[in-house]
């Protein structure tokens, strides 16, 4: 009797809506988990855009970009929810941003204009905020382009002025702005480290025309390899030129001068300090590693200027997962051991080991926690946990650290400036605390997926990087607050109720809120065996809102699906028995449908683009002969949309770098057309439809698109309003007309639809163009000639790039005639050097679409 009532009053506790949260340990072990994994981001990033081999899918994305970017930037600005007519005509409708206005995510580093009372932060989702010195009226300065991996961003006095210079890492750039970002400008000089490189380390010293000097990464095409170089500016950023180049890794140089004194500029190199003089570098001394120069993966440099003396440390991080400090004596005439952080820096930029300015004993050190040291780095200690920052979001410092800037008032004060994956803090007592800035405003959630509730629109889930599973109770028609339910990373949010209950994956588990409205109260199901992606994708069971499937691995490997049931205080789980990976390795679930006509037709699609169908239920499955669709980015999966008005009409989209993003089927799947007529070569990482199939919405990583079945073409619809940035996430909200977007780095922005239009027949309109490219002979040993058709004549490039995104040669800028257009390459770059065998990628821009073709150079 006493067994059956504690569980009576346990399962009591859980229908009464108490949270069940996994221990502080338990979420140890899940960080460290998704800490591993990143280690091999680089990988991982690959993976999830899928390409044919010899294809930089970098070079495609940021090639359409810009030309958008540039469209955008010769059309006049509106404010954000103006209605405005987009698609050629066909679409109208609103912008509206959303938030979340309190969860904010990754920032990099920051400056501060006491003049004008201002502070200016770059965030991963390549934008520059401004807001005041309390962190109140946080504004974006430049939405309308992406200023990618920002690694730099200063004020300084120009022309009676002040000009905001900001350094993107990759790819590498400059821009600057004397109007707070109305009218932004790029610097010369910085071709060939924009063509294939990237900064590591960006300076401005105090010296008389506040030189800037940045530390990176560019190729070398006589040698065919990387050299690491410094570029120097005298003219506040408006042109660079070069002053450093070495063969040796970036990665083993930094640069240091400081912020608020008048010093000299140091450079790193490997063990070796030196110093930028009159005639060129000069060597000041050595540093005598305990560890050697092996191991090490990363060098970082800084420094105090004191009393007419310098105070030097270095960091070197190590294979092993630590870094070991070492500490100069005045002037760096002798060198010493000083201690251990049990830790990498969080980034390899530069930004986050840092010394104060006015006590060469304090140091600052930027990991997955934040460290501070008060005797010249030998002992360290945790301001705090990661998990504490849980439920004391305005005391307590976000987990990873990408930047430290120790800044001077003019009364000669000092204060911290922390950018964490959590927003941007302050601290006034050298990091013994600190005070978050960011708890309003500050708008740069990176968003993996929404759902919004189908019976009330007020209620709205979100599945963020970092910011864990979030809910929103109230729409107030403005800028959203979003309440944290728990940490992580979590997507794929699906509901068979309209979002009465939710379920959702973490990249290790399965969780299901049966009252999600109004409940924290929560079940998972940790996955079983192996050969999951990151997020796999989940589809809810139409038949009962407490089951779902769960596309996956296995017991013993394969591509099975799981069907997951909730009870009261657990999850239970079948292995349902077929395997689509048929027998072959690393073939992965990447997304399920079913027909909202019949769910008895149910669709699959691979990573590798394999497409199965059943038309039983999932009983039994048959792959679609002769036919490969997109892959898949191995982090979210593929989308798949079943049309809501004709049975058998099925679209799938993934990575379209080497072929056509999206397909579309009229027969469950047994035969598949290309659709990508007005998309370019990108990637798509969801689709949403209309009711009444009139539209088709996506998410990709170049912005918002959708289709218009009427016009059979696809539009841009990010227009005056909607942020340049990755669009991971799109739902279609009937009740409200709104297609909700998730960004990578933006939050969530609405698109309310007001209305879909045919145009006139005998309107004058022009649509982006979108050629098909040809190559002959290919492959080639000497020349090719690229080839292609043109309806009319047009404005764009035509440059080859090798398989490592290097910009070859341009064989063709400016008008382009109508009819047939032929170029030949002579399989050298743009200074008349023969390149050597491999794989190239030929890619025209016109307007704001790319085409590409793959050429073999076989000599």
């Known amino acids: 009797m006493r067994k059956i009532a504690f569980i009576a009053f346990i399962v009591l506790i859980a229908l009464s809506g108490c949270e069940r949260r996994p221990s502080p340990s338990d979420y140890m072990e899940m960080k460290k988990a998704r800490k591993d994994f990143k280690k091999h981001r680089k990988e991982w990033i690959e993976e999830m855009h899928r390409v044919e081999q010899g294809i930089d899918w ?57 003049d004008r009372g201002y502070i200016y932060n770059g965030s991963s989702g390549g934008n520059i905020w401004r807001a005041n010195l309390d962190g109140e009226g946080w504004i974006s300065l430049n939405d309308e382009m992406q200023i990618n991996d920002i690694n730099m961003v200063r004020v300084i006095d120009h022309a009676g002025g002040k000009r905001l210079i900001v350094a993107g890492s990759w790819p590498a750039s400059v821009y600057f702005t004397d109007d707070e970002g109305v009218n932004w400008h790029s610097a010369d000089g910085l071709d060939a480290i924009r063509s294939w490189g990237w900064f590591r380390s960006c300076q401005i010293a105090n010296d008389s025309t506040r030189s800037i000097y940045l530390l990176g990464s560019e190729w070398d095409y006589d040698l065919w390899r990387q050299r690491t170089v410094i570029y120097k500016s005298v003219d506040h950023g408006e042109s660079f030129f070069k002053i450093y180049d070495h063969g040796l890794s970036p990665n083993l140089h930094d640069l240091w ?23 060129g570098i000069d060597t000041i001394s050595t540093i005598p590693l305990s560890g050697g120069i092996t191991e090490v993966t990363n060098v970082n440099l800084t420094g105090c200027y004191r009393d007419d003396e310098h105070y030097f440390y270095t960091a070197y991080a190590y294979n092993a997962g630590h870094s070991d400090i070492y500490g100069s004596s005045a002037d760096a005439e002798s060198w010493s051991y000083r201690g251990r952080v049990e830790e990498h820096p969080f980034l390899l930029s530069g930004n986050n080991f840092t010394c104060s300015n006015i006590n060469p004993n304090n140091l600052f050190f930027g990991a997955v926690q934040a460290y501070r040291s ?15 920052y849980y439920g004391n979001e305005a005391t307590m410092l976000h987990a990873d650290i990408p930047g430290i800037d120790a800044i001077l008032t003019p009364s000669g004060e000092e204060f911290l400036l922390i950018s964490t994956d959590g927003g941007l803090y302050i601290s006034r007592d050298s990091m013994m605390s600190v005070n978050n800035l960011s708890l309003s405003g500050l708008a740069v959630s990176q968003y993996y997926s929404t759902y919004t509730c189908r019976f009330d629109p007020n209620i709205i889930y979100a599945g963020s990087q970092d910011q864990g599973f979030q809910r929103c109770q109230s729409d107030s028609g403005g800028m959203l607050d979003f309440d944290q339910l728990i940490s992580g990373d979590y ?63 296995g017991t013993d490997g394969g591509a099975h699906i799981w069907h997951l049931r909730a009870h009261a205080l657990w999850i239970s789980a079948t292995e349902l028995s077929f395997d689509f990976s048929l027998g072959e390795e690393n073939i992965k679930v990447a997304a399920m449908a079913y027909s909202p006509i019949d769910p008895h037709f149910r669709y699959v699609l691979t990573n590798v683009g394999n497409f199965f169908y059943s038309t039983d239920g999932g009983t039994v499955w048959e792959r679609s002969p002769a036919f490969t ?48 007529d007005g998309l370019p070569n990108t990637l798509i990482y969801e689709m949403a439809i209309t009711p009444e199939s009139e539209l088709l919405f996506a998410a990709t990583e170049v912005g918002p698109y959708a289709f218009i079945f009427d016009e059979d073409r696809w539009f841009d619809i990010a227009g ?43 309107e004058e309109h022009h649509l982006p163009i979108k050629a098909s490219l040809r190559a002959h002979p290919n492959p080639f040993n000497s020349e090719v000639t690229i080839s292609f058709e043109l309806p009319r004549e047009s404005l764009g490039e035509l440059n080859i790039y090798d398989s490592g995104g290097r910009l070859i040669t341009r064989l063709h800028s400016g008008i382009f005639k109508a009819g047939g257009n032929s170029f030949v390459w002579n399989a050298k770059t743009l200074s008349g050097v023969d390149v050597p065998s491999g794989n190239y990628l030929a890619l025209l821009t016109i307007d704001d679409l790319t085409s590409n073709t793959k050429l073999v150079l076989v000599k």
């Open 257 to 279: 001068t400081s912020r608020f004194d008048t010093t000299d500029v140091f450079l790193l190199i490997r063990e070796t300090l030196t110093v930028f003089g009159i005639c």
């Open 58 to 114: 970098r070079v495609i994305d940021r090639e359409t970009r810009r030309a958008k970017t540039a469209l955008r930037l010769a059309k006049p600005a509106l404010i954000a929810g103006t209605t405005e007519t987009l698609a050629d005509g066909h679409l109208y409708g609103r912008w509206i941003e959303r938030g979340s206005d309190n969860l904010s995510g990754r920032m990099h580093t920051a400056d501060v204009d006491f």
């Open 720 to 762: 005056h309003s909607a942020p340049d940035q990755v669009y991971w996430t799109v739902d279609y909200i009937p009740a409200i007309s709104t297609a909700r977007f998730g960004t990578y780095g933006r939050g969530i922005w609405d698109f309310v639809l007001d209305s879909v239009t045919a145009i006139s027949e005998t």
């Open 491 to 553: 997507g794929h949010i699906v509901s068979c109720d309209g979002g009465y209950s939710i379920w959702t994956n973490y990249c290790g588990f399965t969780m299901f809120y049966p009252n999600a409205i109004s409940s924290d109260w929560k079940v998972t199901w940790e996955f079983e065996g192996s050969n999951y992606l990151w997020l796999p994708p989940l589809m809810e069971d139409p038949t009962a809102a407490d089951r779902v499937f769960l596309g996956g691995g």
């Open 629 to 676: 669709g997109p892959e898949s980015h191995y982090f979210y999966g593929s989308s798949i949309i079943a049309s809501p008005v004709n049975l058998g009409t099925v679209f799938i989209a993934g990575s379209g770098y080497s072929n056509p993003a999206v397909y579309r089927s009229i027969d469950h799947g047994l035969s598949f057309t290309p659709m990508d």
């Open 374 to 388: 008060f005797d010249g780095g030998a002992t360290w200690t945790m301001h705090n946990n990661w998990w504490d």
